[in-house]
């Protein structure tokens, strides 16, 4: 199976493009799946579907063709699907905290539950073997990271914290009941976290299997949409997915001569250039600007033929190790592929046999090999965009 990422800044067309990219997967034969991820759906208004045809569908797939189908999560739909006891739970905390009921419905509907409803879904077809490829239009660029980091936070939440929490929260319950009107979570709450979890093994392997699971990354011939782009790029490195290829979408066509057009070009040609020399050796496909709306499934289809020609969308266009662990005369160290960074944004620290790399506000947790257990990083250098972490110490050391 294929898993094929859209990722970008709001606005830059990454919907339009995943649904093009489907169409044109499905009619080489394959099963695709294009699922939107992003709360302000608008994958049916790309296929120019009639109005409330995917709210009575009720976040299931639907067919457009022979071997199309696209899905748009409904939240609700997904609560009473995956979340019953969590936020039946939630819901009563925050009832018995002063909220309405109503509201307090609404207000236990938390951020993460909608992205991790899609990797369900995602783990589920895959294991079930039920499309060839699925194509995630992955909401806004931040959004899209927390998609990505969210197996990593849930794998060490349940390692670290859940067994713990349940324990202490077994042994609390009943004095709390008599001292507070504030309840603690009971046995089926935890039950409902564990197989959660459960639903999801495996799923954090297969978003960083290269082989598998690639990152498309949208943006358009602008400045503050490539320098986000560049973030997006080192934050998918970081959580070890793989970025097989940049579309540079909305390019101003050559033919057209106006004074003010021609400025326009020659401001996206320097920031083409640009693009090209941040991302390469990543393949980028160039999209030029249209007179028309790319909506409904012909114009999508002509998309597609432009932006890939005689390629086949479902190939991996492009893999890049992430990071490796190395042993070079007696010394361990870990390289890790970080483009566009530079040392005073890195902050290490080693914990409980994890390296956490943190950068700006984002922070990934890197599970060490038993051989680094009792090594320390000593220095970090950056060169050719790979900072090369030493330990000192080590199994030998």
Not at 90 to 113: D, K
Not at 270 to 297: K, Q
Request: charged residues 25%.
């Amino acid at each position: 199976m294929r898993v094929i990422l859209f990722s970008g800044k709001g606005g830059v067309g990454k919907t339009t493009l995943a649904a093009a990219t489907g169409i044109k997967i499905a009619k080489r034969g394959k099963r695709t799946l294009v699922m939107s991820l992003d709360p302000a759906h608008s994958l049916s208004d790309a296929f120019d579907l009639k109005h409330g045809l995917m709210e009575r569908n009720k976040g299931k797939p639907l067919k457009i063709t022979k071997n199309l189908y696209i899905q748009e999560l409904d939240v609700h739909e997904e609560l009473k699907k995956h979340w019953g006891e969590i936020h039946k739970y939630l819901s009563l905390l925050l009832n018995v905290s002063g909220f309405e009921e109503v509201l307090a419905e609404e207000l236990a509907i938390l951020p993460g539950m909608e992205e991790v409803s899609a990797l369900l879904y995602l783990n589920h077809y895959y294991r079930q073997k039920t499309y060839d490829v699925i194509i995630l239009d992955c909401a806004p660029t931040g959004e899209s990271i927390r998609f990505a980091s969210i197996p990593t936070a849930l794998e060490w939440y349940m390692k670290k914290i859940f067994k713990l929490e349940r324990r202490v929260v077994r042994y609390m319950r009943p004095f709390t009941k008599r001292l507070s009107d504030i309840p603690l979570p009971e046995e089926p709450y935890f039950d409902a976290i564990e197989k959660l979890f459960q639903r999801l093994e495996g799923v954090d392997r297969l978003l960083t299997n290269p082989e598998v699971t690639t990152v498309r990354l949208v943006t358009n011939p602008e400045r503050m949409v490539i320098k986000e782009t560049q973030r997006a790029y080192l934050y998918f490195n970081l959580y070890q997915i793989c970025t097989d290829a940049v579309i540079i979408n909305r390019i101003i066509p050559e033919n057209i001569e106006e004074s003010f057009i021609s400025s326009l070009q020659k401001w996206q040609r320097e920031y083409i250039r640009l693009a090209e020399n941040y991302f390469s050796p990543i393949p980028i496909f160039h999209v030029f600007l249209s007179c028309n709306e790319m909506v409904g499934y012909e114009k999508l289809s002509h998309l597609a033929e432009t932006v890939y020609a005689e390629k086949n969308p479902a190939l991996i266009f492009y893999q890049q190790k992430p990071y490796e662990f190395l042993k070079e005369n007696n010394q361990y160290m870990l390289r890790l592929y970080l483009p566009f960074i530079t040392k005073g944004e890195i902050e290490l620290t080693k914990s409980n046999g994890e390296l956490i790399v943190r950068i700006g506000s984002f922070k990934r947790h890197i599970l060490l090999p038993r051989s680094f257990a009792l090594a320390h990083p000593e220095r970090a250098k950056i060169k050719d965009k790979v900072l090369t972490i030493n330990f000192k110490g080590g199994e030998n050391g």
